[in-house]
């Protein structure tokens, strides 16, 4: 009975460490899904600001459904992580994006009413990529410009969000889903539940009369093409936004359901089109390429079917060979299905690439293709290198809808699929859509003898090494002091602030109110510190040394027009508060300003003009490029409501989702709030954490228990029982992966590092009486210190003696995710010791490009935007500040002490017994 009971004791605390380690595993997911998020969301409100000052308003609808789409789900993941804590943003997001719709829709002259739902491929409004997706929208480019594009219809992505949002299926999909994010569900059987769920649900009844009206006018307009038994055979394929983009192509994630013939079989192919939206393998591949999985952006296409002798696919450049200077071109009997799924021999064809005379738009028939000396490309030019292959089976249409594989006749098993004569006009066809789309392209096609070539898709093709959108610094005549990249475009003139934390930030905005006739400054900050944006319009420019050109100052930057360089790395270190410079923004320089454009202050001047206007340089003009003087009243409106950021202020009364006014708004309040949510993550967990714990022994007096919830050790189960807290061995500096935590194990255990200095004699009745109070906090002397640790992703919650640290980092390739959050508080000597040692903190720490705040005895610092590289030095840094901090606080017996520390740690002396023999002596 004994023995029963203890495994039954021992299998429920292993499920309790299993649920913990879930719970854990599920918390981390969940957060970089969001980071990842977060920095597309300001990848989009960058794009949207381009978009209003450059007029483009066919891109302006897709990129802004997109960030609303990002932004609920950044909602959506705040809630997760805080165990809904945040669900009234929920409300607040839909108001804000039923507005910026409606705003978008009086923009664009087309009030929601009157939103086409389904469209023709010959009507213009069908190449409107943000209503009927890519795919389509090209298609019906093409075809309206005389290319043979087979004739169809769409139906745009409101009618099929209309058909997911009005019958309840919405709700119930983001329940599954949220399932599987929780790991309460398997993605295959959720995908596989949803999929059941959409195809039994009947479409309403203005979708199916809309579905029967426009399959009527195709059938009558294409009466040469009816079957036999009197109905049009069509493919019904999806067509989504996000689809066959330069980025992302989605190829082979949806659906296409072809030989589709008659109204019933319109309706079931409508539905599975839709429900493979929601397939394991789309909803994969949509977040791995950093969308979200909710996201529902599809389009349906439904086109005219004929059974082809033969198809496949071109690619206008050769793949394996793009500097050969051909193109290839695969071809399969039958529908090109297989062809694209690779699963039967295939021609293979390698014509050469041939400009078109001039750029195509009255039709096929007037474009030639010539080669260099301009003769028609020969027939032994075109088939040099194909390979001809012997065919088997072919996928054909069935009487009736449907399609079937059957044997391809012994003659014909060993014949070329193309003839020279097609060869040739499927290559013009290329380089004719190559020049329209003005990239490489993928093309599918069909062709029959008697119906000849028709262009089914036609997508950006994707090339290894491709070296476009490279940055091409221009060269300057003098060497800079700083270079860095453009966030906000401009040129202009001032003396240098350096601005390190948030009481310098301060000090600043009184300076410029106290100072009326202070000339405007150039502002250099360590990082992206979102709360100086109040301050950017008191600025000629600005100077970050960590930081990226979508991050929330750039889009204030640009708003206001200020030019401003980030990612400068070194402008703390190599500019000096005074200095006269010139930042050139268009090119990412800073320079040293010469005498003779240097501008004297005008004591006749008003105030107020010398805030509002910009330095001039002789040389060139500072120039206002927020583009604000060409964005109509409609656009400005617009603009309002998705691109200023109000919130900017994180620690005042007004951050909260009352003071939301903008999407902008919504993704900062996001954003601080789930990493607050994260950095307190661990405490809960403890309790079952049981055989979760792994001790870390390096070697120092500071021993620390890791939870891995992905890939941050290499964990070494001991081969005997021990009688121990742990049945793990404990870890060694060899069994961390983590990038983080080994980062700052190289600062704990960085040679000449003095653990063992301890606190002088006037501390220590400080230190008694502290003991005694200290025993009542949230972390008690004695807690375990724990992290939490991924291969990129680091949460240390930490008691050192007297005082708590805590420090949440991620460390990895994306420098938009990459942060350091740090906080250090409390300590055994008095309050006013304790407050000494935060401020030899906060100098060591701004040094290091952090942006500080200190309030008593607590110090806040933080890092964002920086580069892995960076990121991994800071935190080598902070692991030597763990070891150095250890009783400082017990010999900082007077305000010189800090300062002189600061210097010594700063300079690479890390034994704290020097100077604290130096103060006794001044004693």
């Known amino acids: 009975m004994l023995d029963r009971l203890s495994r039954y004791l021992q299998e429920k605390k292993a499920l309790r460490e299993q649920e913990a380690l879930v719970e854990l595993k599920g918390r981390y997911h969940a957060f970089r899904i969001f980071l990842e998020n977060n920095g597309r969301a300001l990848e989009l409100i960058v794009s949207i600001d381009g978009q209003l000052i450059r007029q483009k308003g066919g891109e302006l609808r897709q990129t802004t459904e997109e960030l609303l789409s990002i932004t609920c789900e950044l909602v959506d993941g705040l809630n997760l992580l805080s165990e809904d804590r945040y669900t009234g943003l929920y409300g607040l997001h839909g108001s804000m994006a039923a507005r910026v719709r409606e705003q978008l829709d009086l923009l664009e002259n087309r009030p929601a009413a009157h939103r086409p739902a389904c469209l023709p491929l010959s009507h213009p409004d069908a190449a409107d990529a943000s209503l009927f997706g890519k795919k389509a929208a090209t298609l019906a480019r093409l075809r309206q410009l ?31 889903l949220r399932r599987v994010e929780k790991n309460l569900e398997d993605l295959t059987v959720a995908a596989n539940r949803i999929r059941d769920m959409i195809l039994e649900t009947p479409l309403p009844a203005g979708i199916q009369t809309m579905l029967e009206e426009a399959y009527a006018r195709l059938a009558q307009d294409n009466r040469r093409v009816i079957t036999e038994n009197g109905t049009l055979a069509i493919s019904v394929r999806s067509s989504g936004v996000s689809e066959d983009g330069a980025d992302f192509s989605f190829a082979g994630q949806y659906t296409s359901v072809l030989n589709v013939q008659g109204r019933a079989a319109l309706f079931d192919a409508y539905r599975e089109v839709i429900a493979s939206a929601f397939s394991a393998r789309a909803i994969s591949y949509r977040s791995n390429a950093g969308m979200s999985p909710l996201e529902f952006d599809l389009a349906v296409l439904c086109q005219v079917m004929f059974t082809p002798a033969c198809a496949g696919v071109l690619f206008t450049r050769d793949p394996s060979q793009p500097d050969s200077g051909r193109m290839l071109i695969s071809a399969v009997p039958g529908l090109g299905t297989s062809a694209v799924g690779g699963s039967v021999p295939a021609d293979l064809y390698y014509p050469p690439r041939v400009e078109p005379v001039c750029v195509p738009f009255q039709g096929v028939r007037e474009y030639h293709s010539h080669d260099q000396n301009n003769s028609v490309v020969h027939a032994e030019k075109l088939l040099e290198g194909a390979t001809i292959s012997r065919k088997t089976v072919r996928e054909v249409p069935v009487a009736g809808g449907g399609l079937r594989i059957e044997d391809v006749p012994e003659d ?35 062709w029959s003898p ?51 934390s948030g009481a310098e930030l301060k000090e600043f905005r009184e300076l410029l109110l106290n100072d009326p006739q202070l000339d405007p400054p150039i502002l ?22 960590v930081g990226n050109p979508t991050d929330h100052l750039s889009c204030v930057a640009r708003e206001y027009g200020i030019p401003m360089i980030t990612g400068a790395e070194t402008a703390i270190s190599c500019l000096q508060d005074g200095q006269w410079v010139i930042v050139d923004a268009d090119n990412g320089l800073v320079f040293k300003a010469p005498e003779s454009v240097r ?54 009364p007004t951050f909260s989702p009352r003071e939301c006014r903008s999407i902008h708004d919504i993704i900062r309040y996001t954003h601080e709030m789930a990493v607050l949510s994260m950095f307190n993550a661990g405490d809960m967990v403890m ?31 001991s081969s005997k029982i021990r009688e121990h807290l742990f049945a793990q061995t404990p870890l060694g500096m060899d069994d961390i992966l983590s990038i983080p935590l080994r980062a700052l194990c190289e600062g704990l255990t960085t040679p000449g590092l003095n653990w063992h200095s301890g606190p002088d004699v006037e501390a220590i009745s400080g230190i008694f009486s502290r003991t005694m109070f200290d025993s009542r906090g949230a972390r008690p002397v004695g807690s375990f210190n724990y992290a939490l640790t991924a291969r990129d992703y680091l949460n240390l919650n930490a008691r050192l003696e007297f005082h708590f640290a805590m420090l949440d ?39 290091n490009a952090f942006y500080t705040s200190v309030v008593g005895d ?48 700063l300079a690479g002396d890390f034994d704290t017994r020097s100077v604290i023999t130096k103060e006794e002596q001044d004693k």
């Not at 060993?414 to 490489?440: H, N």
């Not at 079952?688 to 890939?711: K, Q, R, T, Y």
């Not at 942060?819 to 720490?845: D, N, P, T």
């Open 146 to 176: 005389s290319l043979p594009v087979p004739d169809g219809f769409i139906c745009s992505t409101t009618v099929c969000s209309g058909f997911i949002d009005e019958t309840g299926l919405a709700g119930k999909i983001r329940e599954q």
């Open 412 to 446: 014909e098993a060993d014949q070329p699929l193309l003839p020279v004569a097609v060869l040739e006009e499927l290559t013009r066809l290329g380089e004719i859509i190559e020049s329209l789309e003005r990239r490489v392209q993928d093309v599918e096609w069909a």
């Open 450 to 500: 008697a119906g000849g070539i028709s262009i089914l898709q036609a997508r950006p093709l994707h090339l290894a090494g491709s070296s476009e959108g490279r940055r091409i610094r221009l060269p300057s005549v003098a060497a800079p002091l700083v270079t860095g990249t453009c966030a906000s475009s401009g040129k202009a003139i001032g003396q240098v602030r350096i601005v390190h």
């Open 524 to 545: 250099i900050l360590p990082q992206s510190i979102v709360d100086a944006a109040y301050l950017l319009k008191e600025c000629n420019g600005v100077v970050i040394d």
């Open 599 to 652: 501008k004297q202050p005008d004591p006749n001047r008003p105030a107020a003009d010398k805030r509002r206007k910009r330095l001039q340089i002789d040389v060139e003009k500072t120039k206002d490029n927020s583009g604000e003087e060409n964005i109509s009243p409609e656009r400005k409106l617009f603009r309002e409501l998705v691109v200023p950021l109000n919130l900017t202020d994180a620690f005042g």
């Open 687 to 717: 309790e079952h954490a049981g055989n979760l714990l792994h001790p870390l022994e390096i070697g120092i007096p500071f021993m620390f228990l890791v939870i891995d919830v992905g890939g941050g050790t290499r964990i070494r189960r």
């Open 809 to 847: 980092a991620v460390c990895g390739r994306n420098s938009h995710a990459n942060y350091i959050r740090f906080r250090f508080k409390g300590g055994g000597a008095s309050q006013e010791r304790s407050h000494r040692r935060a401020v030899f903190l906060q100098r060591v720490l701004e040094e």
């Open 858 to 905: 607590l110090i806040t610092a933080s890092l964002t935007g920086a580069s892995k590289e960076v990121v991994y030095k800071r935190l080598v840094m902070l692991g030597q500040l763990f070891g150095f901090s250890r009783f400082l606080d017990g010999v900082m017996s007077n305000d010189e002490v800090p300062l002189a520390l600061a210097r010594q740690f």
